[in-house]
């Protein structure tokens, strides 16, 4: 799926199923709540906490659910996800071009050195 084709395909549910988007400030809100959500699951799971017996363990429908969330923010204030991450993109690439590449601490092997 391509971003323009989820914008497309989370409107049309949203107009269908969800009436109308919520405030973009609600959507924020919402956005803020579900990043939470994958933050338990990153801590539990490759952190120190462990995981409570019933709690939910699923970190691809969490990461969906932000990506829905921040797809109606996107639509609502009419960002073209396509031209937003092509751009940002560019961006990254001619400010870390090199940055990354001459950082000890990423070129070194795993062991530390």
């Not at 609600?26 to 952190?47: H, K």
């Not at 709690?55 to 960002?79: H, M, P, R, S, W």
């Not at 937003?84 to 795993?110: C, I, M």
Request: hydrophobic share 35%.
């Amino acid at each position: 799926m391509q971003l323009r084709e989820l914008q497309d395909d989370i409107d049309a549910w949203v107009r269908t199923y969800g009436v109308r988007y919520f405030s973009e400030l609600t959507n924020l809100g919402i956005l803020m709540e579900e990043v939470g959500e994958v933050a338990r699951i990153m801590t539990r799971r490759y952190g120190d906490q462990s995981f409570k017996g019933t709690e939910k363990n699923d970190l691809a429908d969490e990461l969906a659910d932000v990506l829905f969330v921040l797809t109606c923010i996107a639509n609502q204030t009419g960002v073209d996800l396509t031209e937003a991450v092509r751009s940002n993109l560019d961006k990254k690439t001619k400010r870390d071009k090199d940055r990354h590449w001459n950082n000890p601490k990423l070129t070194r092997g795993t062991d530390g050195q």
